[in-house]
């Protein structure tokens, strides 16, 4: 079983501060997805990483795909009371079945006024 | 809104039970996903139909099915219900061709299960 492993489980923060997620895995993935999702909602698309070292950014939230393609981190700079919600990883393997994705436990994010 | 739909959003029922859950997939999208979110483990792919066909499965239990209609919508079908059995269960769709690996799932807002 391909498991990704999520850190921190919790964070609890100040508006205005940065803070970075973490995504392991002991496998190679295809690519990586990370995923936001709001109480009583489905997780939204935030980002797709494929390539190993690849980083993309979107506003204030910065992807990165490990070298190995093992890993990828979440970097959030001056965070919002806005991007509270659960941010979750997910693995990609190949071929016709992209969407069988194996999430990480994800990461509850608190952005306190 | 993301264009998926699902029902119920909530359901209620007691152990040995047996419910069905319905997705309607984008306009579109031929591939349909199932997938279960609970405390404990996270969000686990079940199962995956593309245009009425089984493509891929992952831990889903004997005591459940699903299938994908002709007009596309899907039905995940859960009996001898357990306690275990209670959790949040999503559908995503996607169109099917997008070029691997950057195809997007689109959630739906899930149906909650409470088995009593």
């Known amino acids: 079983t391909q498991l990704l492993e999520q850190s921190p489980q919790f964070l609890s923060i100040q508006e205005g501060e940065n803070l970075t997620v973490y995504c392991n895995s002991s496998s190679v993935f295809s690519s990586l997805q990370w995923y936001r999702q709001e109480p009583g909602e489905g997780p939204v698309l935030l980002v797709t990483v494929v390539t190993g070292g690849e980083v993309k950014k979107l506003k204030r939230l910065t992807f990165q795909f490990g070298d190995a393609r093992k890993d990828s981190s979440l970097h959030i700079t001056a965070a919002q009371p806005g991007d509270t919600g659960l941010y979750l990883c997910?693995?990609?393997?190949?071929?016709?079945?992209?969407?069988?994705?194996?999430f990480g436990q994800g990461t509850i994010l608190t952005v306190h006024p | 809104d993301s264009g998926v739909t699902q029902t119920p959003k909530h359901l209620i029922t007691a152990t040995g039970q047996r419910v069905t859950l319905r997705c309607s997939p984008r306009?579109?999208?031929?591939?349909v996903y199932w997938y279960q979110q609970s405390l404990d483990q996270g969000l686990q792919f079940l199962i995956q139909?593309?245009?009425?066909?089984?493509?891929a499965k992952g831990n889903i239990l004997e005591r459940f099915s699903a299938q994908q209609f002709p007009d596309l919508h899907s039905e995940l079908n859960l009996s001898s219900l357990e306690l275990g059995d209670s959790a949040l269960y999503f559908c995503a769709s996607s169109d099917g061709t997008a070029t691997f690996p950057t195809g997007e799932l689109f959630f739906g807002e899930g149906s909650r299960l409470t088995v009593l």
């Open positions: 997910a693995g990609a393997r190949g071929g016709t079945s992209y969407g069988k994705l194996t």
């Open positions: 139909y593309y245009n009425g066909e089984e493509r």
């Open positions: 306009s579109g999208d031929l591939s």
